[in-house]
């Protein structure tokens, strides 16, 4: 996730990238940087219809999975474009 920070003495602003698990840790690291709400919560780094992403980017991709969709044994369902 993305964490808006702000140095506490300078107001420099930045973000990082880290898990929700090791942001408490890099808090106890960085003792001079607090979370800035003026950029609200947390977020994930992209924004947008991340189903099919993957296939908007590669249209190939969408033949890739119809081939995999008629093999024996397939269990992708044909609404998942990833």
Do not use: F
């Not at 993305?2 to 840790?25: A, F, L, P, W």
């Not at 189903?51 to 008629?70: A, E, I, Q, Y």
């Amino acid at each position: 996730m993305i964490y808006h920070v702000v140095h506490k003495e300078t107001g420099e602003q930045k973000s990082i990238n880290r898990s929700c698990h090791d942001i408490m840790e890099w808090y106890q690291e960085n003792p001079d940087w607090e979370r800035d709400w003026t950029h609200g919560c947390a977020s994930l780094g992209e924004v947008g219809d991340w189903k099919t992403k993957n296939v908007k980017k590669n249209p190939g991709w969408k033949d890739v999975l119809d081939g995999v969709r008629k093999a024996p044994g397939n269990t992708l369902d044909k609404n998942h474009l990833y």
